[in-house]
């Protein structure tokens, strides 16, 4: 068989496929590169850290040029929360393969996430950039990473290292450069960037917008006008250049004159099906939702589409009339029983509601459709784990595996770790939870339930002065959080010894 089946499978999220795969395959064969990193994606897969360790470094000892290998170990590093590790083996990655997705993505996103992390990963992303300054994609995401910073003319002398000035090389670059030029607000400098994007590529809509953008700025509103008419002219149903117009119109001429243009865009037939989500889209962005909801629900009426059933749903919402949003949804549903978008949204009120089999119901018919919708999957897998019973637990286990390894993101690491956790394990669970309430913190947005889930599985793996601390500080917030009860029973278990 070919053995990349149980890659293709795993890259699904298809975890028993992929077993099952590798299983076909006699022990020599499974030594080999792709079949021996797919095992050990699988073991990271099923939270096995020390297996998938292990069977990575065996593939580099055998293999020492394995990108894969490098991207597997560097995986296991940022799932531990170990520091040092992952930044070393990107970096790694790209001086062997310079625009690597994987590797460029993680790196970037450690080095602008901050604290002492965030500087270890912005000096292998600079120096992997330095071993290849003719790769554009290396030099695109360092400069955004020394902008963010706050370094523009760092970001600006990267841009414009010799093996990248040489023309015909797209737009991307002069517009990363122009971007720069603005945050040192040189303008001309900034202008004349644009100008060479658009240049590079003249159906650019963000080259377009851009140099617009600039133009105004400059006391030309009439010359921004223009040049985003002509593009539409070329590109009719451009979305971004349509939005350009209506925010230039009506940043330069007001409310009135910019729904006028979106209300002569909507009657042209080569502008949609954009052009008649702009009036709507205006009247949301001005504050007034209700006239929002009426302006889609009008476009709604004369071309029905999923798209504006959503969009006139999230204006009700926005306007606090959720039976209004539901009405919309669910009518659009008799019409196309199996919307993904639909169903998904309409499950999230009922989530919200308390809805809970409805929720599932529509949780289960959505992921009949698209099973590989990780926010779906993950859910659902909450939605189970509230059974009260042993087989619906290990069941929400499988989903919210699959979630989490099809999206590892703060919401599918909380769910997975407090089922591990509920499961009884705990040393599972706490890299999870871990990483959870970590991105939470860095967000700005404190999650304190599931705060008061990383300290319950910390006692239960006999850690108790930290979940002391950490439960302490939760309930030292004062502020109101559904699972506070459990957070407080918690606190007076700990303080009394239990």
Excluded: C
Aim: proline letters at 6%; zero cysteines; a neutral charge.
């Amino acid at each position: 068989m070919d053995p990349r089946q149980g890659g293709r499978s795993l890259g699904r999220g298809e975890l028993a496929e992929a077993e099952a795969a590798l299983a076909q395959l006699d022990p020599a064969a499974r030594r080999n590169e792709v079949p021996a990193t797919v095992a050990a994606m699988l073991q990271l897969a099923r939270l096995q850290f020390t297996e998938a360790r292990a069977g990575f470094e065996a593939v580099l000892r055998q293999y020492p040029e394995s990108v894969s290998a490098r991207i597997g170990l560097a995986r296991v590093g940022l799932t531990q929360g170990t520091e040092g590790e992952p930044e070393r083996l990107l970096g790694e990655v790209l001086r062997r393969q310079p625009a690597q997705p994987e590797a460029l993505s993680r790196l970037t996103a450690l080095a602008t996430s901050g604290g002492p992390r965030a500087v270890t990963a912005r000096v292998a992303l600079t120096a992997a950039q330095e071993a290849s300054p003719g790769e554009p994609a290396l030099a695109l995401a360092l400069a955004q990473v020394l902008q963010d910073a706050g370094d523009a003319a760092g970001a600006v002398a990267v841009l414009e290292t010799e093996p990248l000035l040489t023309p015909g090389r797209g737009a991307a670059l002069p517009l990363a450069r122009a971007r720069a030029y603005a945050a040192m607000e040189k303008w001309s400098e900034a202008e004349a960037a644009s100008r060479a994007a658009l240049a590079e590529s003249p159906e650019n809509a963000v080259a377009r917008r851009q140099l617009a953008s600039l133009l105004v700025r400059g006391g030309d509103p009439r010359g921004a006008e223009a040049l985003l008419r002509e593009g539409l002219r070329s590109r009719p149903a451009d979305p971004m250049l349509q939005q350009g117009l209506i925010g230039l119109v009506n940043e330069t001429r007001g409310l009135d004159a910019a729904l006028a243009v979106a209300d002569q865009l909507a009657q042209q037939p080569e502008a949609q099906p954009n052009g008649r989500l702009l009036r709507g889209d205006l009247l949301l962005a001005s504050r007034r939702p209700a006239d929002a909801a009426r302006a889609y629900a009008a476009a709604h009426a004369a071309a029905p589409s999923a798209g504006l059933a959503l969009r006139t749903a999230g204006a009700w919402l926005a306007a606090d009339q959720r039976a209004e949003a539901e009405k919309v949804l669910n009518a659009w549903l008799q019409r196309v029983p199996e919307e993904v978008e639909v169903l998904n949204t309409l499950a999230q009120f009922d989530i919200q509601a308390g809805r809970t089999p409805q929720a599932v119901q529509r949780l289960t018919t959505l992921l009949q459709r698209a099973p590989n919708n990780a926010v779906a999957l993950n859910n659902l897998a909450w939605l189970t784990s509230q059974e009260p019973n042993p087989a619906a637990l290990e069941r929400a286990r499988e989903l919210s595996e699959r979630a989490y390894f099809l999206l590892p993101s703060p919401e599918t690491a909380d769910t997975l770790g407090w089922i591990l956790a509920r499961l009884g394990q705990t040393q599972r669970a706490l890299p999870l939870l871990r990483a959870a309430v970590s991105a939470s913190r860095r967000n700005s947005a404190p999650d304190f339930g599931g705060a008061y889930r990383l300290a319950f599985t910390l006692r239960a793996a006999g850690e108790r002065a930290e979940a002391q601390r950490i439960i302490d500080q939760v309930l030292a917030n004062g502020g109101a959080f559904r699972e506070r009860p459990e957070a407080e029973r918690l606190q007076a278990e700990l303080r009394a010894g239990r």
